[in-house]
């Protein structure tokens, strides 16, 4: 089974659309994660949720809206796309000093 | 706020060269310290950590990083470079007691035959 799932893998949308992004954690964590992956590799830290209670929402526009139904879920919502928010989408779920990953969520709008 | 540095966007080595990937964090209190690798079109992997205890930290694939708080580094050794070492390695550091991961840019290795 894997850790942490994403879906879909794959997402290309036009400019406008809202679409969302799921993820499911089976390690029984409390903590969960949203990171954007740029072209360049570089990865930013989007959204933290701690037992379904929002704990970090960095400086990211409010056209991205975190749903986390139960602990061991926590979807991406994503409103008016924008050109610039062609990324790789990771979700992670932590437990002490560790995160565990999923495979990624690659965006492209068009 | 706590920041983390990767020198050398980009390193290259032949195959069985040593490998050397640096990191550097900002913080006066050390912090909890790991590297990822994530290899093309997948998520990321935890290589190794350190939290606590013995400094030299030994991970999966034959990589080990040691903790130097007088140098405020966590650099990333392998000491045979194999082609299926060839990924962006990302370290990251939190702060004791948090969760929130802060990842470095990320180094591209190259390893050539």
């Known amino acids: 089974d894997t850790a942490v799932s994403q879906t879909p893998k794959y997402l290309v949308t036009q400019m406008g659309n809202d679409k969302s992004i799921k993820c499911e954690q089976n390690l029984g964590h409390d903590t969960m994660y949203w990171y954007k992956q740029d072209s360049k590799k570089f990865l930013k830290i989007m959204f933290s949720?701690?037992?379904?209670?929002?704990?970090i929402n960095e400086t990211v526009p409010n056209r991205f809206s975190p749903k986390s139904p139960d602990k061991a879920h926590l979807n991406l919502h994503i409103n008016s796309l924008e050109l610039g928010d062609s990324a790789v989408y990771f979700c992670?779920?932590?437990?002490?000093?560790?995160?565990?990953f999923g495979q990624g969520t690659r965006l492209t709008v068009v | 706020a706590q920041s983390v540095t990767q020198l050398g966007s980009h390193v290259s080595v032949s195959e069985g060269a040593l490998v050397l990937l640096r990191c550097n964090y900002s913080s006066s209190v050390p912090p909890y310290l790991f590297w990822y690798v994530q290899y093309p079109n997948q998520g990321l992997q935890l290589l190794l950590k350190y939290t606590t205890g013995a400094t030299l930290v030994k991970g999966i694939n034959g990589f080990e990083a040691e903790f130097k708080k007088s140098e405020t580094s966590f650099h990333l050794t392998k000491p045979s470079a194999h082609m299926s070492d060839a990924a962006e390695y990302f370290c990251a550091v939190s702060d004791r007691g948090t969760d929130k991961l802060i990842f470095g840019t990320g180094t591209r290795l190259q390893v050539f035959p």
């Open positions: 949720y701690n037992n379904k209670e929002l704990i």
């Open positions: 992670a779920s932590a437990s002490t000093a560790e995160a565990f």
